[in-house]
């Protein structure tokens, strides 16, 4: 499958996540997006200017907007991929529930050391044990991250399940 034809495909199952996406559908899609988005975001740079200086915001809604809308076929595609591969599609799901129990359990930390702070502890001698689990929390998230990252990347660039699985016949 060419350029065209596998943003064709993935713009016409745009909500479809049933079936299965060979490799080239969802690579050729990705790059496309990628260009896409790059393009429009230096449009958006001519036209409503680069920031001047560091921490300065910069509007971009063109470069938004195909993001946004690009956002729920590049999905699809990628859990009809992961379906070729005879894995479920919501193994894409992986990344942001760590992130999410990473964020969680360092809110939870936040919360319990200002509730130890609330109850009478001295606040200077907090900030070594608050510091040091923080730290390691953010250096686990990290480390998880990448290798839930390249695990992720594995999956996708697997070749296609030979032959009909449990999500369909093999694309052709």
């Known amino acids: ?5 596998s943003i064709r495909t993935c713009l016409s199952k745009y909500l479809t996540f049933s079936g299965r996406a060979r490799r080239s559908e969802y ?15 230096m449009l958006d740079a001519m036209i409503f200017g680069a920031p001047m200086e560091p921490g300065d915001t910069q509007a971009s809604p063109l470069a938004t907007v195909f993001q946004l809308a690009m956002a729920i076929p590049l999905l699809a595609a990628g859990w009809r991929r992961l379906h070729d591969t005879g894995r479920p599609g919501w193994y894409l799901f992986i ?3 760590i992130s999410l129990a990473f964020v969680f359990s360092m809110l939870f930390g936040v919360m319990t050391f200002g509730a130890i702070e609330a109850g009478g502890a001295d606040p200077d001698a907090l900030r070594g044990p608050a510091t040091v689990l923080g730290l390691t929390g953010v250096m686990a998230a990290a480390v998880t991250q990448l290798i839930v990252a390249i695990l992720m990347l594995y999956w996708l660039t697997r070749p296609s399940q030979p032959g009909e699985n449990e999500y369909g016949p093999e694309p052709v």
Do not use: C, E, R, S
């Not at 499958?1 to 034809?5: E, L, N, S, T």
């Not at 690579?27 to 975001?41: T, Y």
């Open 27 to 41: 690579w050729w899609f990705l790059l496309f997006v990628a260009i896409g988005g790059a393009i429009l975001g």
């Open 95 to 97: 990344p942001m529930l």
């Open 1 to 5: 499958m060419g350029f065209q034809d």
